[in-house]
């Protein structure tokens, strides 16, 4: 992660991070993907090469949330979008300063192979390969109304969004993908449409420069 004063903190070995972390918040588990927050104790600078030492942080400073849409979009964004919603509501009432920020990956492929299903069902998003693709970006556009916080004194929300499509159709996992009536594709970024432009409040590098200003601001 690009940003000066989180690098500096981390050099110095006064924040760490971890994977997957279970925190409690009031009567609830709050499961974070990422939490990067202050150490415990001294400061203990990281091996060489490593920005950030892996450890249970002891005040959780950025919390990040993974997700991803890759088949029965319909269904599965206005999952993502509960989950996100609910993942700022925790990190807030455990601390309003707490930089929430999710993660998305959206599959615009045209077919989808799920090991949960049978050998021969592969599921098809859509009848054409531009199909699936405004679909992905149907996808994208339901995420835009999640409230982005530009200080403390905003309404709920998340501090930073990202969102990134790609065409992934799985077949490189099928135990027998000659039953299947297409072949495999290599996976890949999808164009932009629907892919985000360079500038996009959800693209990628924005949410990273979100995640290191409002950081900058509040620690």
């Known amino acids: ?10 050099a110095r070995g006064e924040v760490v991070t971890k994977l997957r972390h279970h925190q409690q918040v009031g009567h609830a588990d709050w499961v974070i993907d990422i ?16 920005p950030i030492r892996f450890d249970t942080p002891v005040m959780i400073q950025i919390a990040i949330e993974l997700k991803g849409i890759f088949t029965e979009h319909g ?12 993942f700022h509501g ?12 999710a993660f998305l990956v959206v599959n615009a ?19 054409s390969v531009a199909a699936a693709r405004a679909l992905a ?23 930073a969004l990202g969102v990134t499509v790609v065409e992934h159709d799985n077949i490189v996992v099928h135990p027998n993908p000659g ?11 999808s164009p932009v449409p629907p892919s985000l ?6 693209h990628y590098e924005t949410m990273i420069q979100r995640i290191c200003m409002q950081y900058s601001q509040r620690f």
């Open 197 to 202: 432009a360079l500038g996009d409040p959800l």
């Open 1 to 10: 992660m690009q940003c000066p004063s989180l690098g500096a903190k981390a």
């Open 35 to 50: 939490a990067i927050g202050t150490c415990a104790g001294a400061p203990v600078p990281p091996e060489q090469g490593a």
């Open 75 to 86: 269904k599965a964004r206005r999952n993502r979008l509960r989950d996100f919603q609910a």
């Open 109 to 127: 492929a045209q077919y989808f192979y799920s090991p949960l299903r049978r050998e021969d069902d592969l599921t098809e998003h859509a009848p």
């Open 137 to 159: 970006e149907r996808s994208v556009a339901l995420f835009r109304a999640i409230h982005l916080r530009n200080s403390l004194n905003d309404p709920p929300g998340l501090e």
């Open 90 to 101: 925790y990190a807030h009432q455990y601390d309003n300063r707490t930089v929430a920020a």
């Open 179 to 189: 039953i299947l009536p297409v072949q495999r594709q290599a996976t890949r970024i």
